[in-house]
């Protein structure tokens, strides 16, 4: 695996978003290419999911032709209670 696929992903999304969680889980059995993530912010509020991916996708889309699946959970911290 190239570690930066996996911590340049959590990087970007922690310094953008300041999320209370942030999990990113490989579950390509360590090769790096297909990832589950929970994602709680604040920055989500009053944002359809739609746009919630579209923002996440923006924030690392220099990764994510690297990528073969991404699914994300995004929430505000109301949601994730």
């Known amino acids: ?27 390509s059995c360590g090769c790096g290419t297909s990832f ?12 359809r999911l739609l746009d919630r991916h579209r923002l996440v996708n923006n924030i690392i889309k220099e990764e994510l032709p690297k990528i073969h699946a991404f699914s994300m959970k995004c929430h505000t911290p109301e949601q994730s209670l």
């Open 36 to 47: 589950d993530a929970l994602i709680v912010s604040n920055n989500f509020t009053d944002k």
């Open 1 to 27: 695996i190239e570690l930066n696929i996996y911590y340049t992903p959590s990087e970007k999304l922690s310094s953008a978003l300041t999320p209370t969680v942030l999990e990113l889980i490989d579950k």
